[in-house]
Each structure stands twice: as structure tokens, then as C-alpha cells.
């Protein structure tokens, strides 16, 4: 049982590293969280705003994966154009975009502060 356990974590640290390496939004994700930390380091923020932007970081890159898992099976189930698996893929992005603004709102709350 516990290997069986621990073989499911082989597939979700593959499914990271597909994302990181096939997906150009998730490399920009990695730039952003990358500048993040070290503003961080640099402005010396507390401990409850390091674990908001890490927590925020976490976020979006979950909600990319998400993004990205449902536009590959759109794309398998419907590789032809339909209205339906637009929206639905539209749906998923815009979910992105919600978490993305709301990181950046919550930096500026967290950062403008210091500077």
C-alpha cells in the first residue's frame, strides 16, 4: 500500500515538470514567483506576509495546471472547434486571470508599504 502511495507521487512530480517544461505561461509564472521571493528577501517582510505570497504562488501555479489539464482534454475530446469547449476553456482562463489579479492586488497591499 505504501508503495502504491508513493508511486502516486512519481506521477505528480511528472505532471510539475511536464507543466514547467511544456507550458510557456508556467515559465512566466516561474519568472514572477522567482522576482517575489526575492523582493521579499530584499524589503525583509514579515512572516504572515511570506506565507501570503507563497501561499499566492502555490495558487496560481495550481490554477495554471488546471487551466492547462483542461485545455489538453478539451483538445483530445473535441480537436475540432466547438462553442461549448471554447467557453469552457475560456471558463478556465479567466479562473487564471482571477487568481493572477488577485496575487497582484495582494502584493501591492503587502509591498507598497515598505516602499
Not at 501555479?61 to 469547449?85: C, G, Q, R
Request: glycine residues 6%.
Amino acid at each position: 500500500m505504501l508503495k502504491k502511495h508513493l508511486a502516486g507521487y512519481s506521477y505528480s512530480f511528472r505532471g510539475i515538470w511536464l507543466a514547467f517544461r511544456y507550458e510557456n505561461n508556467m515559465i512566466f509564472h516561474l519568472a514572477a514567483a522567482v522576482v517575489v521571493i526575492l523582493v521579499n528577501f530584499k524589503l525583509h517582510i514579515t512572516m504572515t506576509e511570506w506565507l501570503i505570497t507563497l501561499m499566492l504562488i502555490g495558487l496560481v501555479w495550481m490554477a495554471e495546471i488546471f487551466n492547462t489539464s483542461i485545455e489538453k482534454l478539451a483538445d483530445h475530446v473535441s480537436p475540432d472547434y466547438h462553442p461549448l469547449i471554447g467557453q469552457v476553456k475560456d471558463l478556465a482562463s479567466g479562473a487564471v486571470l482571477i487568481i493572477c489579479l488577485t496575487a497582484v492586488v495582494c502584493g501591492l497591499i503587502i509591498y507598497l508599504p515598505y516602499v
